[in-house]
């Protein structure tokens, strides 16, 4: 998920974000990737939303039920082998997976943002400056040092999760805006701006960020699906957070407990599902905002 949109889409994204919303409103509701994509997302995130305030137990980890019991009209997603609400535990594990990449997703986009605009547009020394910052944090093994501090962290929450992936995660965006914000710097609204006496920053989020507004909501899809594959990760080794569930918590616990080997097929499935589901989506719903952004991937 940490994949740069095509180039394709990085020259189209002024065009695109120029032309009238109509037209682009108009390809996107006749995107089959795009409908797909989101349909999937908004339906998923609802669940997470709406369904732990409708549950009997606000405590997923409570136990509630017979030891290892299969799905039945009680239990729509069986038990663990320790009576606990396999679909208590989804539902809750859900808005987590979703809240963490939000969070690391904002973070990530955020810095990336300041670091791209400003290096693109400043050049010169703040340019080499922010971009050796840029190549230090992109050569850094971000997996490596998330083990280290979440190892010694001795309380981990969801939202100190996604802040941690959203610090290591942005240097590929941040590159990918610089690169966007020298093509666009020469523009002559840009000059006309300048010469009117604006600042830096206002010329930035004035004239340069609408023009690439396009490209800067597809960058934060996959810096979104990033956060949640990280996250998951740490999750299934063993750091996630200390207090609730999470789709990576509940993997996690069914390969400690031996789903596998005992044919509890409705302990691991779900939360597996529901992380591909999530990211599948997004890269698919990516896929759409490309084509309907491109003029040159958009079908007849």
Do not use: C
Not at 224 to 237: E, R, Y
């Amino acid at each position: 998920m940490s994949t740069v949109p095509e180039p394709a889409a990085e020259t189209a994204a002024p065009t695109a974000a120029a032309r009238p919303g109509r037209e682009t409103l108009h390809y996107a509701v006749r995107n089959p990737k795009l409908i797909i994509g989101f349909t999937v997302v908004v339906l998923l995130l609802l669940t997470g939303i709406i369904g732990p305030p409708l549950l009997d137990n606000a405590d997923p980890n409570e136990y509630v039920g017979p030891q290892a019991a299969p799905p039945d009209g009680t239990y729509w997603m069986g038990t663990t082998t320790f009576g606990q609400d396999v679909y208590a535990q989804f539902v809750h594990g859900l808005r987590a997976t979703f809240l963490v990449g939000v969070v690391g997703g904002a973070i990530a986009a955020v810095i990336a943002m300041l670091v791209g605009f400003l290096a693109g547009y400043r050049g010169g020394a703040v340019d080499e400056i922010l971009n050796m910052l840029t190549n230090v944090v992109l050569v850094l093994p971000a997996l490596a040092v998330l083990l280290i501090i979440n190892a010694y962290l001795g309380v981990r929450s969801v939202p100190v999760q996604g802040l941690f992936i959203g610090l290591t995660s942005w240097p590929w965006a941040a590159r990918a805006i610089r690169a966007q914000t020298f093509s666009l710097r020469t523009r002559e609204f840009v000059d006309l701006a300048r010469l009117s006496g604006s600042g830096t920053w206002r010329i930035v989020f004035r004239e340069i960020a609408p023009n690439m507004s396009s490209y800067l909501f597809m960058m934060f899809i996959l810096l979104f699906g990033g956060s949640v594959l990280i996250a998951s990760s740490l999750d299934f080794i063993g750091l996630g957070p200390t207090e609730g569930v999470s789709l990576g918590m509940m993997l996690q616990s069914a390969q400690q407990w031996s789903a596998l080997q005992l044919g509890m097929w409705w302990w691991f499935v779900p939360p597996g599902a529901g992380i591909t589901a999530i990211v599948g989506a997004l890269y698919v719903a990516n896929v759409g905002l490309d084509e309907v952004f491109n003029p040159k991937l958009r079908e007849a």
